[in-house]
T-cell receptor
Framework: DAGVIQSPRHEVTEMGQEVTLRCKPI?????LFWYRQTMMRGLELLIY????????DSGMPEDRFSAKMPNASFSTLKIQPSEPRDSAVYFC??????????????????FGPGTRLTVL | AQSVTQPDIHITVSEGASLELRCNYS??????LFWYVQSPGQGLQLLLK??????LVQGIKGFEAEFKRSQSSFNLRKPSVHWSDAAEYFC???????????FGAGTRLFVKA
């Protein structure tokens, strides 16, 4: 498996523009997580999905942020409009193993390489 | 509420020396505990995890961690550090019923020759 795939790896945009970050989880994983990492706040969980359904979005900073998971192999995190304070590295992670009875495979999260977002 | 504390923001050790990174957690029941490593420009990679059973857990790259319930700690250790171990290390806790994982602030490890 190629692991969790994120695109783009780097994004530079101007304040007010719409930004869309993409994630492809590991095949067979039924949990997907979006995190944001900054020097000031560390690693923050924004939202997570189970079987494509958002379970907890309490970490989403404000209405400018939205996330979707239209199918098991794709998710997006959108910021509209973007602001300089949104500059951060955004990570996607996936977890779980559909159909597996090995509970020890749960809770371990596999992270993508991240998208470094710079909003000017 | 769940929380994870890594009291050391950064640590410097000499190559070949032993290492211990501290982690304390706050959780009402038996937690799932993890250590992740992040190299510059990369995502997090799992080093080891504790769910139950033997309180001394072995991980990849020669790391181990010990769960001490009485101290609410899950410290990471390595007997001999290599220059390639320089990275940021995150302790994390997750509840047994769900998947919401709380990460500590991280400890950055510097290795000097």
């Amino acid at each position: 498996d190629a692991g969790v795939i994120q695109s783009p790896r780097h994004e530079v945009t101007e304040m007010g523009q719409e930004v869309t970050l993409r994630c492809k989880p590991i095949s067979g994983h039924d949990y997907l997580f979006w995190y944001r990492q900054t020097m000031m706040r560390g690693l923050e969980l924004l939202i997570y999905f189970n079987n494509n359904v958002p379970i907890d979005d309490s970490g989403m900073p404000e209405d400018r942020f939205s996330a979707k998971m239209p199918n098991a192999s794709f998710s997006t995190l959108k910021i509209q409009p973007s602001e300089p304070r949104d500059s951060a590295v955004y990570f996607c992670a996936s977890s779980g193993n559909s159909g597996s009875r090995l509970k020890t495979s749960y809770n371990e999260q596999f992270f993508g390489p991240g998208t470094r977002l710079t909003v000017l | 509420a769940q929380s994870v504390t890594q009291p050391d923001i950064h640590i410097t050790v000499s190559e070949g020396a032993s290492l211990e990174l501290r982690c304390n957690y706050s959780y009402g029941a038996t937690p799932y505990l993890f250590w992740y490593v992040q190299s510059p420009g990369q995502g997090l990679q799992l080093l080891l995890k504790y769910f139950s059973g033997d309180t001394l857990v072995q991980g990849i790259k020669g790391f181990e961690a010990e769960f001490k319930r009485s101290q609410s700690s899950f410290n990471l250790r390595k007997p001999s550090v290599h220059w390639s171990d320089a990275a940021e290390y995150f302790c994390a806790v997750s509840n047994t019923g769900g998947f919401k994982t709380i990460f500590g602030a991280g400890t950055r490890l510097f290795v000097k020759a």
